[in-house]
């Protein structure tokens, strides 16, 4: 790993204790940090903190913004969450100061808003994808489009809204 590669991890990647496979310093944000319910894992995150191994950071007011935006426009904003939205930003962060920040996840939405973002992601577990996908959400009943990806139920039929990939 180079030096200016800066890996930032998700929740999944204190899950799976990847945190002690990466040589190099860590970063994540404390909204994970109450996301890591088991007692082994925990154990991991508390020796990686107070060896500074890992660091707690913030992100900008401003990289949130822009991230949302970003998940917004390739409709995945809705199956974000909070914690989500803080790593890519923190990830955006590091970018930003001419870093390359790698974010390690599963979640199959934040390594699209990674892609979008031109951030690198390492997936744990899975494949991860393979290109970067923008959603819409319809009616699979009547075909109403939805102006809001937080719509659920279809306002002209009552059938549930589905999501779709439309690139």
């Not at 909204?31 to 707690?56: C, Q």
Request: hydrophobic share 35%; net charge positive; aromatic share 4%.
């Amino acid at each position: 790993m180079c030096e200016s590669k800066v890996p930032v991890l998700d929740t999944a990647a204190l899950i799976t204790k990847i945190i002690l496979q990466i040589p190099t310093k860590q970063y994540t944000v404390a909204e994970v940090l109450d996301e890591v319910r088991d007692e082994e894992s925990r154990k991991a995150l508390r020796i990686a903190l107070e060896t500074g191994k890992l660091s707690i950071v913030k992100p900008s007011e401003e990289s949130l913004k822009k991230v949302r935006e970003v998940a917004r426009k390739i409709g995945e904003l809705a199956n974000l969450s909070k914690t989500d939205l803080a790593v890519a930003a923190l990830a955006l962060d590091f970018k930003n100061r001419g870093l390359e920040p790698v974010i390690y996840t599963d979640d199959y939405s934040l390594q699209n808003l990674a892609k979008s973002l031109g951030i690198t992601f390492h997936p744990i577990r899975t494949r991860g994808i393979a290109r970067k996908r923008k959603y819409m959400v319809y009616c699979p009943a009547c075909g109403y489009v939805a102006s809001s990806e937080n719509e659920k139920i279809c306002p002209r039929c009552g059938h549930r809204l589905s999501r779709k990939p439309i690139s």
